[in-house]
């Protein structure tokens, strides 16, 4: 592991931000609780990274890279657990890249890459621009009030989809037949919490669902999105789920592409209208302006 102390940087609300810059790092990493207001640098996703091998049942166990602190903030960094096929080969093992706990936490310019659970939004408040992540059952999952998004820059569709945009790249996992999904959001009641997609693509190879209720308000987002034909025409899907889906909000709103076709989408999804859709496309879902940077609102 190599880590530098660079610098000491200071946060729009006052409070000093310990900066640190990563070069390579192969094993677990994990900011403890205690440790709040870490700024982690990297040169660009595509030449840092966070590599580590586990696999486990249980999804915190596996995490390659950890978030229990809060106020953090994360640049240009892949994350990758790299699990050989034969610790994976049961479809009940996880092999989670980043598992992120702690409140008021965002990353810039990050990849996330797994076999399986890739990315574990647990609790908090969270950030993600122009994030690349890839996997294949409920990989990006958990209780977060979280947005991925396109760069602050990115005003038009065509600009966020040259280069800017978040991406989810759909994987396929053949340790099963069950299709997968990219969302199971974890919302037990009706609180702020859920995840909201905007101004990005979803692309990859075979089909999955744009998300699975998990409980009784999953709340998912899809907005301003280009859904390729890798989006099943269903859209959603409620598997393994025994409940009622009368609170569940899995949405979509403005989304565009051949996996936009809304004819044969599950009857309980939601497709928003104007007004309705108006409350998830600024960070005030996840009361943003209270602590992020002022450049990116």
């Not at 049942?57 to 890279?65: K, T, W």
């Not at 979509?252 to 809304?262: K, L």
């Amino acid at each position: 592991m190599l880590l530098t102390i660079l610098a000491t940087l200071r946060l729009r609300v006052g409070c000093q931000l310990k900066s640190v810059s990563v070069s390579a790092c192969s094993g677990k990493v994990v900011i403890p609780e205690n440790k709040p207001f870490i700024f982690v640098r990297g040169n660009g996703k595509g030449r840092t990274s966070i590599n580590h091998e586990s696999a486990s049942i249980d999804n915190a166990e596996s995490a390659a890279f950890t978030v229990n602190a809060d106020n953090v903030i994360v640049f240009g960094i892949s994350f990758r657990n790299s699990a050989r096929a034969g610790l994976i080969a049961n479809s009940e093992i996880r092999t989670v890249a980043t598992m992120v706990a702690g409140d008021k936490v965002a990353f810039y310019h990050c990849a996330f890459y797994s076999p399986h659970h890739t990315l574990f939004d647990s609790a908090g408040r969270h950030y993600y621009e122009s994030c690349y992540i890839q996997g294949n059952i409920d990989f990006i999952f958990g209780n977060g009030q979280s947005m991925f998004q396109a760069s602050a820059h990115a005003y038009t569709m065509a600009h966020a989809h040259a280069f800017t945009c978040p991406e989810i790249f759909v994987k396929p996992d053949r340790r099963t037949e069950i299709q997968g999904s990219i969302t199971a959001q974890n919302r037990k009641e009706e609180d702020s919490g859920g995840f909201v997609f905007l101004k990005g693509k979803v692309y990859g190879v075979g089909e999955v669902y744009l998300g699975r209720v998990t409980e009784p308000n999953s709340r998912v987002i899809f907005s301003d999105m280009y859904l390729s034909k890798t989006i099943s025409p269903a859209g959603w899907t409620s598997y393994g789920y025994p409940g009622s889906t009368a609170n569940v909000m899995l949405a979509e709103y403005n989304c565009t592409g051949p996996g936009a076709e809304a004819s044969k989408r599950v009857p309980w999804s939601r497709r928003l209208t104007k007004d309705e859709a108006a409350k998830f496309l600024t960070v005030d879902f996840i009361n943003g302006k209270e602590w992020l940077p002022a450049y990116y609102y």
